[in-house]
């Protein structure tokens, strides 16, 4: 079976950082996924992870242990905009991917 | 990455009827798949659409009631049939394709209301 955990909501101020934390099990890995998405938008691509270790990419880094099942996504110095859901998905080889229920983050000023 | 166009974008229906969702792609893909997204609640795998071939469904899911097309590479197309006001969701496709760095694609939603 295949079972992917995140919160459900978090809260952050404006400047702060936020990490949102996911755990997953599945019968097959080739690849976490991270997207963020805007209520009333499709899903937009932020990260991915294969390898262990810390990926970075501007404000936002993602981390993956492979041993332990766990990805983290690190969001610094966060803006109004970045209020949105934030989607781990985990890729199967040559399958979807299968997402998580997303964790709705608030920035408030 | 490959770019989805997905239409229509939003569409209100009576129940009991039947709507067909297209998306098509700029370039080929190894693959296609659709979502639905209810209110609220993340993205949850309807099938996987086989170019050629009957459409492989996830458990909860059946052809009857979500009949799917793949006649080629870069099209498919997702009905919901007999509808009725639960299936009023966000329906979502993606495509995967092997050359892209990170591989999946998706399109802009299909915003469906059941009344």
């Known amino acids: 079976g295949q079972n992917i955990d995140q919160p459900t909501e978090m809260t952050a101020t404006e400047g702060a950082i936020v990490q949102i934390n996911c755990t997953y099990q599945t019968s097959g890995f080739n690849g976490l996924f991270w997207y963020q998405q805007h209520a009333g938008e499709a899903p937009t691509f932020l990260s991915y992870n294969v390898l262990d270790g810390l990926e970075e990419k501007g404000r936002f880094s993602s981390f993956l242990s492979r041993s332990k099942g766990y990805s983290y996504l690190l969001l610094k110095e966060l803006q109004m905009k970045d209020s949105a859901s934030y989607l781990c998905a985990v890729n199967q080889a040559g399958t979807a991917l299968i997402f998580g229920k997303g964790t709705t983050l608030s920035v408030s000023s | 990455s490959a770019v989805i166009s997905q239409k229509p974008s939003r569409d209100i229906c009576q129940r009991g009827t039947s709507l067909t969702i297209q998306c098509q792609v700029d370039s080929q893909v190894t693959m296609m798949f659709w979502y639905r997204q209810q209110p609220g609640q993340s993205l949850t795998l309807i099938a996987t659409?086989?170019?050629?071939?009957?459409?492989?469904?996830e458990s909860g899911f059946v052809i009857d009631k979500f009949p799917i097309s793949r006649p080629n590479l870069t099209f498919s197309t997702l009905t919901v049939s007999n509808m009725s006001p639960e299936d009023s969701s966000i329906y979502l496709c993606?495509?995967?394709?092997?050359?892209?760095?990170?591989?999946?694609?998706f399109g802009s939603g299909t915003r469906l209301t059941v009344v």
């Open positions: 659409a086989n170019q050629g071939s009957e459409a492989t469904y």
């Open positions: 993606s495509a995967y394709t092997e050359t892209a760095y990170y591989g999946y694609t």
